[in-house]
């Protein structure tokens, strides 16, 4: 039996990592939270060409849907925070996850916020979020989503804790498999 995928997609500073630390605490079977940045902290510190970058940043995510996969199909829950900035990283996880299996969160935050709190934090390049917002949600379907402007992190694990056993059926990630696969989908 594979394990349940909650899978937190939001742009940079959106608040993803901070509802992934609420959930551990109040979710009642095992997770493991699998953030991309924790992958990205892992590769060698030191200065790469411009040239190599794009696609040592593609096995690097192209490595951790790979990761999350296996987790799950061990049978482990797993809560993933991610941005599905570009295409490809949404249509590799629909080949890999089984998809009535995934939890697909939409955590929404505005861009004014967004920019305040990538000030406050200091580590990611100005406007990052910004130019994600465009197309980390462009796919446009959601099983649960959350503002975290107008919610805590704690208040926003509790409405995914409770919706859990109330998820619509077939699933969002089930959904947009289908389209995927459908001609013109």
């Not at 939001?10 to 992934?20: E, L, V």
């Not at 970058?53 to 996969?69: D, I």
């Not at 296996?70 to 809560?79: E, H």
């Not at 406050?120 to 099983?143: C, F, I, K, S, T």
């Amino acid at each position: 039996m594979s394990g349940r995928i909650i899978f937190l997609n939001g742009t940079s500073s959106s608040g993803k990592s901070s509802i992934a630390q609420e959930l551990l605490m109040i979710l009642d079977e095992p997770y493991f939270h699998l953030p991309v940045d924790a992958f990205h902290a892992m590769r060698t510190r030191r200065e790469y060409p411009p040239e190599q970058v794009e696609q040592l940043l593609r096995r690097t995510w192209a490595g951790f849907h790979r990761a999350v996969a296996g987790m799950a199909a061990a049978g482990n829950n797993i809560v993933v925070d991610h941005v599905l900035s570009q295409p490809w990283r949404l249509a590799d996880c629909l080949e890999l996850f089984v998809p009535e299996d995934v939890v697909l969160v939409g955590v929404h935050c505005p861009p004014a916020e967004l920019e305040r709190r990538e000030r406050a934090r200091g580590d990611r390049p100005e406007g990052l979020a910004a130019g994600q917002l465009a197309q980390v949600h462009a796919h446009g379907v959601y099983d649960i989503e959350c503002d975290t402007a107008a919610a805590t992190p704690a208040e926003c694990a509790r409405r995914i804790a409770e919706a859990l056993p109330l998820l619509p059926r077939p699933t969002a990630f089930t959904r947009l498999k289908h389209a995927a696969a459908t001609p013109g989908g």
